[in-house]
RNA sequence: GGGCGAAUAGCUCAGUCGGUAGAGCGCUUCGUUUACACCGAAGAUGUCCCGGGUUCAAGUCCUGGUUCGCCCACCA
């Protein structure tokens, strides 16, 4: 469990303590080297699964955070998509756990039917055997072997990258009790006429022979050809010119359409053509689908090979000719000459024989937009084929409103437009697949006719299949139900399986255990946040909002995140075949997990694509070395009497002030950052508070009270310095850990702090009481005084007696006596000898004191001796002075502006007005200077 | 064809309510200060894609265009 090792890593962060002034003898953890970040992430991982801190167990007490992570296909290994996705969850997951939510992050994988069947059957063939000779049901046990042997290693992937999610809920889509929700679902469905057979043109995968959705295609560019053919009237008086991509498809036609607007084809309506290469005849008909403008104004119908064309074939009454087959060969319809041709030789054939016979009027270069399976990577063929449909357009209904009535945010939001448009647009999704592996459709049937992906009867229309009187087909989930329901022992299963994403529709509710009406159903659900790669937006966050409300009455989620892109660092998509990816495993080896994380969420903004460098990688890691050495130093410097609580506050100096006010304000940031899921911001926040304020001005300046004079009064200074260290740097862990998890943990626990781990300390929340302008103002003061006087060094190389004047600040009670207080300080950081604060100027007399003018009307004053080159003082005056003149350019232009003056703010004139009179004043000091300086 | 996004320093990108353009990396100079050279200090660097408009004032708002990218789509 937790504790002991809890104990272990206390016990170092004693002796850390104890052994004060010899602290490397002290450290015992990891802190006591270098930077390493396998050895400190190694070992935390396994020890927060075992203390089962991110277990969630629904607590009446608590509000319930939840996410079910997008499950990655069985087939698939981490890559950049995921981990970018997977940091932003667990980061939103740790986040809420720390906020004393109870968090559930849940994760599973997905069967990913046509995915994990090519992998397979790819990889059967490497080893010799044809898939098909093996049967169904070996080879979806060999599925299941590869799921075994496979299907899980992502998840040893996702721990790596130290992602919390709760690993005793688990869910895989093809679970029996996924199964039965993917069931219920169906009969749902299927009983209110939602799922229903139809004979439309579908998008078919020749190489899977198989359907597959509108969405699982994709339109590529490709170069081809348009060609012109002549087709004849039959009576012989003329003849019509169409154009087509697709020749081979002349071998269907039932028409020739042209739009009835067209006066060129008004007269000729009704009349018929010859078909060319067959026998019949089809007639021309008018129909608006055809565009006068394109080509000749005549288009060819097919429509069994075209999904325009069969639908202009329903509203005609035409016929649907089949020439193609599944397997992309011609059928026995296309004619003798043709029957049994692959598609693309028939192509070549016909063009032949169309010129042969003198009816091909030009054929023309042209860009086609191809549709391409996603999967295979092969030509889609439209072809005619009997399947199951879902009628979306009631789903959709529901869906609309839930996101018109701004109940589920989309971020960015303008993925809201983008959904409600294509939800409004939806179309009929085709969900059965000629595929093996996968989830069989809960069908039986009785009649003879085959079942699967059935090519229709030739000449029959739709609506004529389902209308025999005879129950053909009845949902039942076993062959008993099936024999019940059908009265007939006589009865078989579908031969089909479900569109994966059917199962994956389910995920959030399914998950938590719906159709049964569990306490995890009942606690966590409606789920927080949905985040996800925007390919998937309609493939599967619609679909997963339609299924929510019908079948829970809910929402699935709150929020849906839409995660950039990760592209390669010239912008191309990462791909295994260009070789340009990016192993996030491998980034995570070589600069650690937090490194990896950091840098992804410091990209993920707003964007629609990331371009991702390695650099990005070693940046997020030199940040992480940062940490840790800062925290090495912390460490050393802290006493067994440190508390990590904060003094009384009046003994908190201005810079103890300023720090817990930066830290606040990197609070405040974080939180409302995380809120909205503005990563990158979250990122930067914590960057330059730790970075620039904590490393580079805190530390810094903290150094000289460290070291005690040994006085009671130094005693206590230092005393007060630790505990402010210990105490901001322990808040600031707290503050980071959901973004860095491993390296957070590590110093936290070597730090004085409460708890058993940092996965459930709470998370820091903002506090104005922090908030005060005076301690603002006087910093300022104080770094632009240092910064000056740094310059100066650095270009003149002068290292003299200065006098700081500070009566001039007397408006900014603080400031004043900050300023004499602070003295040291800025001797030690300016490196300088010696610092006196005055109360006035010192005499210009004998030009011994030279002034330089910094913010609020403080001047400093430098002891002009031997070692000041006056020239290069000259000339650094002399710049100083065009700037200075430049904004009083500026300011007096606008102020001398009649309608800026009367039309612009009152309070915006004001402040132009003040800060006129501010570079007025320097530019006098700095004249003064000039002239001392050309004495 | 429709929709969306992007264009700001050499590179990658921020820039909220219109009010003096920022960060990181890179670059120049300096620095072995007992956490860190995976560091520190100082510094240089802009036609905010182009044109027009609104406004006292535009990187920001409106309008037209250019280039790049993404998504959707049935133009043969």
Same mark, same amino acid.
């Given at each position: 469990?937790?504790?002991?090792?809890?104990? =272990?890593?206390?016990?170092?962060?004693?002796?850390?303590?104890?052994?004060?002034?010899?602290?490397?003898?002290?450290?015992?953890?990891?802190?006591?080297?270098?930077?390493?970040?396998?050895?400190?992430?190694?070992?935390?991982?396994?020890?927060?699964?075992?203390?089962?801190?991110?277990?969630?167990?629904?607590?009446?007490?608590?509000?319930?955070?939840?996410?079910?992570?997008?499950?990655?296909?069985?087939?698939?290994?981490?890559?950049?998509?995921?981990?970018?996705?997977?940091?932003?969850?667990?980061?939103?997951?740790?986040?809420?756990?720390?906020?004393?939510?109870?968090?559930?992050?849940?994760?599973?994988?997905?069967?990913?039917?046509?995915?994990?069947?090519?992998?397979?059957?790819?990889?059967?063939?490497?080893?010799?055997?044809?898939?098909?000779?093996?049967?169904?049901?070996?080879?979806? /046990?060999?599925?299941?072997?590869?799921?075994?042997?496979?299907?899980?290693?992502?998840?040893?992937?996702?721990?790596?990258?130290?992602?919390?999610?709760?690993?005793?809920?688990?869910?895989?889509?093809?679970?029996?009790?996924?199964?039965?929700?993917?069931?219920?679902?169906?009969?749902?469905?299927?009983?209110?006429?939602?799922?229903?057979?139809?004979?439309?043109?579908? #998008?078919?995968?020749?190489?899977?022979?198989?359907?597959?959705?509108?969405?699982?295609?994709?339109?590529?560019?490709?170069?081809?050809?348009?060609?012109?053919?002549?087709?004849?009237?039959?009576?012989?008086?003329?003849?019509?010119?169409?154009?087509?991509?697709?020749? &081979?498809?002349?071998?269907?036609?039932?028409?020739?359409?042209?739009?009835?607007?067209?006066?060129?084809?008004?007269?000729?309506?009704?009349?018929?053509?010859?078909?060319?290469?067959?026998?019949?005849?089809?007639?021309?008909?008018?129909?608006?689908?055809?565009?006068?403008?394109?080509?000749?104004?005549?288009?060819?119908?097919?429509?069994?090979?075209?999904?325009?064309?069969?639908?202009?074939?329903?509203?005609?009454?035409?016929?649907?000719?089949?020439?193609?087959?599944?397997?992309?060969? *011609?059928?026995?319809?296309?004619?003798?000459?043709?029957?049994?041709?692959?598609?693309?030789?028939?192509?070549?054939?016909?063009?032949?024989?169309?010129?042969?016979?003198?009816?091909?009027?030009? +054929?023309?270069?042209?860009?086609?937009?191809?549709?391409?399976?996603?999967?295979?990577? /092969?030509?889609?063929?439209?072809?005619?084929?009997?399947?199951?449909?879902?009628?979306?357009?009631?789903?959709?209904?529901?869906?609309?409103?839930?996101? !018109? &009535?701004?109940?589920?945010?989309?971020?960015?939001?303008?993925?809201?437009?983008?959904?409600?448009?294509?939800?409004?647009?939806?179309?009929?999704?085709?969900?059965?697949?000629?595929?093996?592996?996968?989830?069989?459709?809960?069908?039986?049937?009785?009649?003879?006719?085959?079942?699967?992906?059935?090519?229709?009867?030739?000449?029959?229309?739709?609506?004529?299949?389902?209308?025999?009187?005879? !129950?053909?087909?009845?949902?039942?989930?076993?062959?008993?139900?099936?024999?019940?329901?059908?009265?007939?022992?006589?009865?078989?299963?579908?031969?089909?399986?479900?569109?994966?994403?059917?199962?994956?529709?389910?995920?959030?509710?399914?998950?938590?255990?719906?159709?049964?009406?569990?306490?995890?159903?009942?606690?966590?659900?409606?789920?927080?946040?949905?985040?996800?790669?925007?390919?998937?937006?309609?493939?599967?966050?619609?679909?997963?909002?339609?299924?929510?409300?019908?079948?829970?009455?809910?929402?699935?989620?709150?929020?849906?995140?839409?995660?950039?892109?990760?592209?390669?660092?010239?912008?191309?998509?990462?791909?295994?075949?260009?070789?340009?990816?990016?192993?996030?495993?491998?980034?995570?080896?070589?600069?650690? =997990?937090?490194?990896?994380?950091?840098?992804?969420?410091?990209?993920?903004?707003?964007?629609?694509?990331?371009?991702?460098?390695?650099?990005?990688?070693?940046?997020?890691? #030199?940040?992480?070395?940062?940490?840790?050495?800062?925290?090495?130093?912390?460490?050393?410097? @802290?006493?067994?009497?440190?508390?990590?609580?904060?003094?009384?506050?009046?003994?908190?100096?201005?810079?103890?002030?300023?720090?817990?006010?930066? @830290?606040?304000?990197?609070?405040?940031?974080?939180?409302?950052?995380?809120?909205?899921?503005?990563?990158?911001?979250?990122?930067?926040?914590?960057?330059?508070?730790?970075?620039?304020?904590?490393?580079?001005?805190?530390?810094?300046?903290?150094?000289?009270?460290?070291?005690?004079?040994?006085?009671?009064?130094?005693?206590?200074?230092? %005393?007060?310095?630790?505990?402010?260290?210990?105490?901001?740097?322990?808040?600031?862990?707290?503050? *980071?850990?959901?973004? +860095?998890?491993?390296?957070?943990?590590?110093?936290?626990?070597?730090?004085?702090?409460?708890?058993?781990?940092?996965?459930?300390?709470?998370?820091?929340?903002?506090?104005? %009481?922090?908030?005060?302008? #005076?301690?603002?103002?006087?910093?300022?003061?104080?770094?632009?005084?240092?910064?000056?006087?740094?310059?100066?060094?650095?270009?003149?190389?002068?290292?003299?007696?200065?006098?700081?004047?500070?009566?001039?600040?007397?408006?900014?009670? +603080?400031?004043?006596?900050?300023?004499?207080?602070?003295?040291? !300080?800025?001797?030690?950081? =300016?490196?300088?000898?010696?610092?006196?604060?005055?109360?006035?100027?010192?005499?210009?007399?004998?030009?011994?004191?030279?002034?330089?003018?910094?913010?609020?009307?403080?001047?400093?004053?430098?002891?002009?001796?031997?070692?000041?080159?006056?020239?290069?003082?000259?000339?650094?005056?002399?710049?100083?002075?065009?700037?200075?003149?430049?904004?009083?350019?500026?300011?007096?232009? *606008?102020?001398?502006?009649?309608?800026?003056?009367?039309?612009?703010?009152?309070?915006?004139?004001?402040?132009?007005?003040?800060?006129?009179?501010?570079?007025?004043?320097?530019?006098?000091?700095?004249?003064?200077?000039?002239?001392?300086?050309?004495?």
């Amino acid at each position: 469990m937790m504790s002991e090792e809890n104990s =272990a890593a206390e016990n170092a962060a004693d002796k850390v303590n104890s052994e004060k002034h010899s602290p490397q003898a002290g450290i015992e953890s990891e802190l006591a080297k270098a930077y390493e970040p396998k050895a400190v992430e190694e070992k935390w991982y396994a020890r927060w699964k075992e203390s089962g801190v991110f277990q969630a167990v629904p607590d009446p007490n608590k509000k319930p955070y939840c996410i079910t992570i997008p499950p990655p296909n069985i087939t698939g290994s981490l890559h950049m998509g995921h981990a970018l996705n997977n940091s932003v969850l667990d980061t939103l997951t740790r986040w809420h756990r720390m906020r004393g939510f109870s968090a559930l992050c849940l994760p599973g994988t997905d069967h990913a039917s046509i995915a994990t069947q090519a992998v397979v059957v790819r990889t059967l063939a490497a080893e010799g055997i044809d898939y098909r000779t093996l049967g169904r049901e070996k080879f979806i /046990e060999k599925c299941w072997e590869w799921r075994e042997q496979y299907g899980t290693r992502i998840y040893y992937q996702i721990e790596k990258l130290g992602c919390s999610y709760d690993w005793e809920r688990v869910r895989f889509t093809l679970d029996s009790s996924y199964v039965d929700a993917v069931e219920e679902e169906f009969r749902r469905w299927y009983e209110r006429g939602l799922v229903y057979r139809g004979v439309r043109v579908v #998008n078919w995968d020749v190489k899977f022979q198989s359907a597959v959705s509108d969405i699982e295609v994709e339109t590529q560019e490709r170069q081809g050809k348009l060609y012109h053919f002549r087709y004849p009237f039959a009576d012989g008086s003329g003849q019509i010119t169409i154009a087509t991509t697709r020749p &081979e498809t002349l071998l269907g036609d039932s028409a020739v359409a042209a739009n009835p607007e067209d006066p060129r084809y008004q007269p000729l309506f009704g009349t018929m053509l010859r078909l060319p290469l067959t026998d019949r005849e089809i007639p021309l008909i008018a129909d608006d689908y055809a565009k006068p403008e394109f080509g000749s104004g005549a288009v060819k119908v097919t429509p069994a090979h075209d999904l325009n064309d069969f639908e202009c074939g329903l509203r005609h009454n035409l016929p649907q000719h089949i020439v193609i087959g599944k397997d992309g060969r *011609m059928t026995e319809l296309a004619g003798v000459n043709f029957v049994g041709l692959d598609r693309f030789e028939a192509r070549k054939k016909v063009v032949a024989e169309m010129d042969a016979l003198g009816l091909v009027e030009k +054929i023309e270069d042209y860009t086609i937009q191809t549709p391409v399976s996603e999967r295979s990577g /092969e030509v889609i063929e439209p072809l005619l084929s009997e399947q199951w449909f879902v009628d979306m357009k009631p789903l959709a209904k529901p869906a609309i409103d839930v996101v !018109l &009535e701004d109940k589920i945010h989309f971020f960015p939001a303008r993925y809201k437009d983008i959904y409600l448009h294509w939800m409004e647009n939806i179309r009929p999704w085709c969900i059965s697949r000629q595929l093996w592996w996968g989830q069989r459709i809960p069908i039986w049937w009785t009649s003879d006719e085959q079942k699967s992906g059935d090519q229709p009867a030739v000449g029959t229309k739709a609506e004529d299949q389902n209308q025999n009187g005879d !129950l053909r087909h009845a949902f039942a989930r076993t062959r008993e139900e099936a024999i019940i329901a059908l009265g007939t022992e006589n009865c078989w299963q579908d031969e089909d399986v479900l569109d994966t994403w059917f199962s994956s529709a389910l995920w959030p509710h399914a998950t938590l255990g719906w159709p049964r009406d569990t306490e995890d159903l009942r606690y966590y659900y409606p789920t927080n946040l949905l985040s996800t790669a925007q390919e998937i937006l309609y493939l599967w966050v619609a679909r997963m909002i339609m299924t929510g409300l019908d079948f829970v009455g809910t929402i699935p989620f709150h929020d849906v995140y839409i995660h950039a892109t990760v592209l390669d660092e010239k912008g191309d998509r990462m791909s295994k075949s260009k070789g340009n990816g990016i192993d996030p495993i491998d980034l995570i080896e070589r600069y650690g =997990a937090d490194a990896t994380r950091f840098s992804l969420l410091q990209q993920a903004g707003k964007n629609q694509d990331i371009k991702y460098s390695e650099q990005r990688t070693d940046i997020a890691g #030199n940040f992480c070395n940062k940490l840790w050495n800062a925290s090495r130093f912390v460490l050393m410097n @802290l006493d067994a009497t440190t508390t990590g609580k904060l003094p009384p506050g009046e003994r908190l100096t201005l810079i103890d002030r300023w720090l817990l006010l930066r @830290l606040n304000r990197a609070i405040d940031g974080v939180n409302k950052n995380l809120a909205t899921y503005d990563m990158d911001d979250a990122t930067g926040e914590l960057y330059r508070f730790f970075w620039n304020d904590f490393c580079d001005q805190y530390v810094e300046m903290v150094k000289p009270r460290l070291r005690s004079d040994g006085t009671a009064k130094g005693e206590t200074e230092k %005393a007060d310095a630790q505990n402010v260290l210990a105490f901001v740097l322990e808040t600031t862990l707290r503050l *980071m850990h959901p973004l +860095i998890p491993f390296i957070t943990e590590e110093i936290w626990q070597a730090l004085p702090h409460s708890g058993e781990t940092i996965c459930l300390a709470a998370y820091p929340v903002a506090d104005s %009481a922090y908030e005060d302008p #005076n301690v603002e103002t006087a910093f300022a003061l104080i770094t632009e005084a240092v910064r000056v006087l740094r310059n100066m060094r650095a270009e003149l190389g002068i290292l003299q007696s200065v006098k700081l004047n500070a009566a001039a600040v007397a408006s900014v009670p +603080i400031s004043h006596v900050t300023l004499r207080e602070q003295g040291a !300080l800025i001797v030690n950081m =300016a490196r300088l000898e010696r610092l006196e604060v005055v109360e006035t100027a010192p005499s210009a007399e004998g030009g011994k004191w030279v002034g330089t003018p910094i913010a609020g009307g403080v001047e400093l004053f430098l002891e002009i001796g031997d070692a000041l080159d006056t020239g290069k003082e000259q000339e650094r005056v002399a710049k100083e002075l065009g700037e200075v003149e430049k904004q009083i350019a500026r300011a007096e232009g *606008m102020l001398g502006n009649a309608s800026f003056v009367e039309r612009a703010s009152a309070e915006k004139v004001a402040e132009e007005r003040r800060r006129l009179a501010e570079w007025q004043d320097k530019r006098t000091k700095l004249e003064e200077r000039r002239r001392q300086l050309e004495k």
